[in-house]
């Protein structure tokens, strides 16, 4: 018997091996073999075993065969020791399977499930609606508060506008809104765009089944397939919003009243005329100032009748506010070198007044990019407060400088939102329309609120002109606002002065607490009053209280 070896030259050699030594060399072999099969059974693992061969410096041939399934290395895919991954387990858009649709114990269907409603299609749609703003708290919607979202919302998940599996949460749809009005404010049109079951079945009208949903003083004007990158918000180019208030505003202060008084010492200390001295307006010499009630003053502001100069005086200052300018100090928070605080209006319109009942009331027409926070109330504030102070139109320049100052807001009752613009977009999708029909799934229709113009005028004049028309006749709420103004005799409306140059006791500094402050009142913030309550006895019981009329009120935040 011979063993073929190799030898360093690569030959092969057969070496004789004496026949007497077979037996002691198999049993060498047997025992050897023995004690690798009780390694290989004490080793922790097979891939301990090789792992440790390898690190021995054996050959990859040496390695014992491996099943199952493999890495790139070669070595075994195992899970052992590794947590379950139930991250991603029966998790699905919506919240069909919130309910259990799976038996816990048998992962089978449970037998008394009740059947889910079809999944029907949603497309990103634009709703145009209107809306009397009055008994919500604001356009965007908030949780446990009445919202015009939120009313919006909950009828069309009701219509089946929107599926059950999406009802929880708004954020589903990508719901979002072009303009975020405050507490109480009006909008003849507004648009919300979101993904919405449009086709919905049994439904042929998808506006008047919506309608049917809503209360009468939130409407939907029509819809309209959008593009799929549409956003209400950053496609909208500009807004319009209207003001209107009564003519009477523009009457000068009562003469004796602590503005009256506080102006006038101004005037005295600069060595200017406040052109209130000597002969008083004609308006208040027709009346005994000293001892006139404040119904008495009130029945006779609502027959007084604006005249054109003051109307042109109104234009000529409106005009101040067009173009790109820092509207920090018409706004709250907002600082001089904060850049968000420039703002472009692009135009400002004021109407002829027009006669309703016994008063006489104005409008003014504001057309602007985007606004802040209680900016046309501000703006409101000071086109008014400088006409009828005889104030020159060159403090709204001033205003727009560095100085920090105190501007009121008028009343919220007076403000609407006509409706957004959204020029770009019509542009856009006009072009792609050019090579389309109407029926092609890529076609989509402009945006565009005069399409539902008879029904926006009707619905502004039942819920939204004649309501304003009728809280002021009842609480006179824009003559209690100017009377607040009028009982204030401090130093933060002293820039209302004959030379338009804002005075340093006027000035406010950040952090600083100031003297007899103008504080204004939440009343102003809203669109409807208890009738028990109104606005005017209100004031009266303020100034009833003068020596502590301005102390620290929390100021509402539409």
Request: hydrophobic share 35%; with cysteine; charged share 30%.
């Amino acid at each position: 018997m011979s063993d073929i070896l190799s030898t360093p030259s690569g030959k092969r050699a057969a070496v004789e091996a004496p026949e007497s030594s077979d037996t002691a060399k198999y049993a060498k072999i047997d025992h050897e073999d023995a004690k690798i099969d009780e390694s290989i059974a004490d080793s922790p693992s097979l891939e301990t075993a090789e792992i440790n061969e390898s690190q021995k410096g054996g050959s990859k041939e040496d390695k014992p065969a491996r099943a199952g399934k493999r890495d790139a290395g070669g070595w075994p895919k195992s899970r052992k020791g590794k947590a379950k991954d139930t991250k991603n387990v029966g998790r699905r858009r919506g919240t069909r399977n919130e309910e259990a649709a799976l038996s816990p114990d048998a992962g089978e269907p449970s037998g008394d499930q009740t059947p889910k409603a079809p999944r029907l299609p949603k497309r990103q749609s634009a709703l145009l609606i209107g809306f009397c703003g009055t008994g919500c708290n604001g356009m965007q919607i908030q949780p446990d508060v009445r919202t015009i979202e939120g009313v919006l919302f909950e009828a069309l998940v009701r219509a089946g506008a929107v599926s059950q599996d999406n009802a929880d949460d708004p954020v589903k749809v990508s719901l979002s809104r072009a303009a975020r009005t405050d507490a109480g404010v009006h909008a003849a049109g507004n648009l919300v765009s979101m993904k919405l079951i449009t086709t919905i079945p049994g439904v042929k009208d998808f506006v008047g089944r919506v309608n049917e949903e809503l209360p009468p003083e939130i409407r939907v004007w029509g819809y309209g397939r959008v593009q799929n990158s549409f956003n209400a918000r950053m496609s909208c180019d500009s807004r319009k919003y209207t003001y209107f208030f009564p003519t009477y505003l523009l009457i000068p202060p009562k003469p004796g009243s602590a503005f009256y008084r506080s102006r006038q010492q101004h005037a005295e200390s600069v060595q200017a005329s406040t052109g209130l001295e000597g002969v008083p307006h004609r308006f208040w010499s027709s009346i005994d100032t000293e001892s006139s009630t404040h119904d008495d003053d009130l029945l006779a502001k609502r027959k007084w009748r604006i005249e054109g100069d003051q109307v042109e005086l109104l234009r000529q200052t409106a005009k101040k506010f067009e173009g790109t300018h820092n509207f920090h100090n018409f706004t709250v928070g907002r600082e001089f070198g904060d850049r968000s605080s420039q703002r472009h209006m692009k135009k400002i319109e004021i109407s002829e007044p027009v006669v309703y009942g016994d008063t006489e009331w104005i409008s003014v027409l504001f057309h602007g990019q985007s606004f802040m926070l209680h900016q046309i109330r501000k703006m409101m504030a000071v086109l008014v407060l400088s006409c009828r102070t005889g104030t020159p139109s060159e403090v709204v320049d001033e205003l727009y400088g560095p100085r920090m100052v105190l501007v009121p807001k008028m009343p919220a009752l007076g403000l609407l939102l006509e409706y957004p613009i959204f020029d770009s977009y019509n542009r856009k999708v006009s072009s792609i329309n050019e090579k389309l029909q109407p029926t092609h799934p890529e076609y989509r229709p402009v945006i565009d609120f005069e399409e539902h113009r008879p029904a926006i005028d009707a619905f502004k004049q039942k819920h939204i002109y004649e309501n304003m028309r009728a809280i002021e006749d009842r609480d006179g709420v824009f003559d209690a606002w100017v009377r607040s103004i009028d009982i204030y005799g401090g130093d933060d409306l002293l820039y209302l002065n004959p030379k338009g140059i804002i005075p340093s006791a006027a000035v406010m500094k950040k952090g600083e607490r100031r003297q007899n402050a103008f504080r204004e009142k939440r009343r102003f913030d809203l669109t409807s009053f208890a009738p028990e309550k109104d606005t005017a006895s209100a004031v009266d019981d303020e100034e009833a209280e003068e020596g502590s009329l301005y102390k620290d009120l929390e100021d509402t935040e539409g």
